[in-house]
């Protein structure tokens, strides 16, 4: 039997699950009617479906129990006793039945007993244990019906891989350290592309051009690039690290570009400003704190919402809210100058006085020197990356994007219509707890710290 490695995204279900016997035959059966009875709920609510149609059927275990769920794809409304299913987005190897619904349990066998064992996959273990997709060369019982058939496998391990690059160092303009992000000197990227899956990135947009962007990619012979460079200016500065890609993503633990190219900053007596989402930074606590002895240096966590429940949803890949603090608190205690970046904040969901206040009563408990909000409490979309935003929204909150057509149009400035309000509260907390706010501030606090004196905290 013909099988394939593929790899699926994220799917979202509704539908409704029956519990399974331990009998084959019998599980048939039972399937085949619960297949009958889910049709007729659907034509009975007039539930519509997506053109061309699509049906799934899953096998599920959970704890020791047996289940097979009949769904079809999320749509805004749906019965009350559906339920939503995710099926996970990952690896899975995919094979097609030929023939009618009585021969597929012969199929299955041969997959789990046969195929699959001699493959050079191995079956993940997960709730779902298989899935059937049910389309539009599905005819019930015909000889010539086919129904698609994936079981979730490990990942295969690619190798990783490394695009070429030319330059790694690019200047920013030295009119104003205001009228700079942070006040920096320089920027580079070490990887492209971002794997921590944030909903809202605007890296995705089209005009960065950058092809398959949830793939991390290193750049090649990035030190040595870097080394030539940093040998050749003349003036020292601070380098900003991770502006379009988390420098700190995972591929980071053995790749160690960023680890080698803090080595480099090091030795040629640069400063470096890194932003961040992962809890990885704090693995060169030392030679960071080194760095910062020898000149300003700053750190910038990005936390956008006090729950780590909506921090795993918006920002699924990435250490949750709570790890980040901790981070925050970690940087902190090794004297470095460290801050929140809370942004984006996205309307109708996380614009409310409570995520605010929480945010940052935390980062006072974390002794923040900052937390920085670009532009009014809001979020910034364009071209496809509103589509991938939009395209969440319709899973997660269903009707909102409606209520974002209505509100934003197609401006790229989408700020909550309660910024004013939660700006104003802001400022009255961060002036309560002393954190600076103001970008102005924040450079002029860590550049002129005496490097030395980044190391004394008082707690
Ligand atoms: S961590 Fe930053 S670059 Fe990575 S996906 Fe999230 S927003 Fe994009």
Redesign the pocket.
Known sequence: MKSEYVHQDDIFLVGKRILLTTSLQENHLLIKNFWKQFNAKLKSVHMPLTQPWIKYGIMLREDTKLYYFCGVPSLNCYPLDFELFHIPRGAFLHFTHHGGMDQLPETITTIWKQELPASPYQALSSTICYYEVYEEGFMFQSSTSTIQLYIPIQEEVTPFAYLPAKTLLASQPRNSNANTWFGMDFNMNLYKG?C???VY?D?RSKCYQVADFDIVKGKQNALAILEMELRKKRKKGTIGIGA???TYNPFEKTQCLTKGALALIERYGYGVGIDT?STLILRDIDILKRIAKQYPSIFKITITCAQDSLSKQI?PF?PVSSKRFETVKALREAGLFTGILLMPILPFINDTEENILTIVQKSHEAHANFIFVYGGFGLSLRDNQRDYYYHWLDQHYPGLRFTYEEHYHKCYSCNSPHSRHLYKLFVKECRKYGILYRMSDIIRAYKSAIPNEQLQLTL
């Open positions: 971002c921590h899956g944030c990135c890296s379009m890609s988390d989402k920002e990435a």
